[in-house]
T-cell receptor
Framework: AQSVTQLGSHVSVSEGALVLLRCNYS??????LFWYVQYPNQGLQLLLK??????LVKGINGFEAEFKKSETSFHLTKPSAHMSDAAEYFC????????????FGGGTRLMVKP | GAVVSQHPSRVICKSGTSVKIECRSL??????MFWYRQFPKQSLMLMAT?????????EQGVEKDKFLINHASLTLSTLTVTSAHPEDSSFYIC??????????????FGQGTRLTVV
């Protein structure tokens, strides 16, 4: 069984500040981990994913995430927030590396203040 | 990435009526499609998985007679919410992948459909 917990349903940062969105998972098999972004009234867009290999994964729009097995975490970060980053972010886990049959976390709404 | 189009983006229907949502893969053959549901302030939950030409596999707790899924072609899957009730109001979103069932090809999401039942 797999599950995902995102700490903080809402995160607010100032423009230019560090973005940190937390994600912890549990999985009975080696996990494949994903971050998706959802803009208002739009579908999900893949930001990045971890399958195997390097534990620090770089994605689109300057985001990156680090897989830490010992902490069962996959936190999403961005050094400097931009207004356009305001959106809902979902962490997800799958038993395969293509993002099929995902188990999602509860989502974190990121707000960026000018 | 590949393009998945979902229609309509928004629909309002009366209680007791049925609503059909379409999910199309525009530039690839979608051998498998996934349907998710997102209730307000909650995360997405997988409802069912459908392989082209086969019956859909529903997740536990999802009524297959209420949420009819048809995946008759390699580019189109439909979700029909039958006899809709206000509690069915939700955001429904599909994702689609190509390749053979055992292959781990990436799935791409549609834009989603916000259903409101009044």
């Amino acid at each position: 069984a797999q599950s995902v917990t995102q700490l903080g349903s809402h995160v607010s940062v100032s423009e230019g500040a560090l973005v940190l969105l937390r994600c912890n998972y549990s999985s009975s098999v080696p996990p494949y981990l994903f971050w998706y972004v959802q803009y208002p009234n739009q579908g999900l867009q893949l930001l990045l994913k971890y399958t195997t290999g390097a534990t620090l994964v770089k994605g689109i729009n300057g985001f990156e995430a680090e897989f830490k097995k010992s902490e069962t975490s996959f936190h999403l970060t961005k050094p400097s927030a931009h207004m356009s980053d305001a959106a809902e972010y979902f962490c997800a886990v799958s038993f395969n590396n293509a993002g099929n049959m995902l188990t999602f976390g509860g989502g974190t709404r990121l707000m960026v203040k000018p | 990435g590949a393009v998945v189009s979902q229609h309509p983006s928004r629909v309002i229907c009366k209680s007791g009526t049925s609503v059909k949502i379409e999910c199309r893969s525009l530039d690839f053959q979608a051998t498998t499609m996934f349907w998710y549901r997102q209730f307000p302030k909650q995360s997405l939950m997988l409802m069912a998985t459908s392989n082209e030409g086969s019956k859909a596999t529903y997740e536990q707790g999802v009524e297959k007679d209420k949420f009819l899924i048809n995946h008759a072609s390699l580019t189109l899957s439909t979700l029909t919410v039958t006899s809709a009730h206000p509690e069915d109001s939700s955001f429904y979103i599909c994702s689609a992948r190509g390749g053979r069932a055992h292959m781990n090809t990436e799935a791409f999401f549609g834009q989603g459909t916000r259903l409101t039942v009044v």
